[in-house]
């Protein structure tokens, strides 16, 4: 329903969906918030992946002697 209510967002109002599909406002946003914490950013993924490939090491090779 969030999916349909984002994609007429341009040529309905939110209140005016709403009220169609026989929901207050307040109960879309709340759904809202939470499909968009679900949905994963794929930057995020890939940072995600590259730490935990590099067993979350990071930074500039200090192991080098120093003179």
Not at 6 to 25: M, P, T, Y
């Amino acid at each position: 329903m969030v999916t349909w209510m984002e994609s007429i967002k341009g040529e309905v109002n939110i209140a005016q969906a709403c009220a169609w599909l026989g929901i207050a406002r307040s109960t879309y946003y709340r759904w809202r918030s939470v499909v968009k914490t679900k949905q994963k950013d794929p930057i995020v993924e890939k940072i995600r992946q590259l730490c935990s490939l590099h067993k979350f090491r990071y930074g500039y090779d200090h192991g080098t002697p120093s003179d």
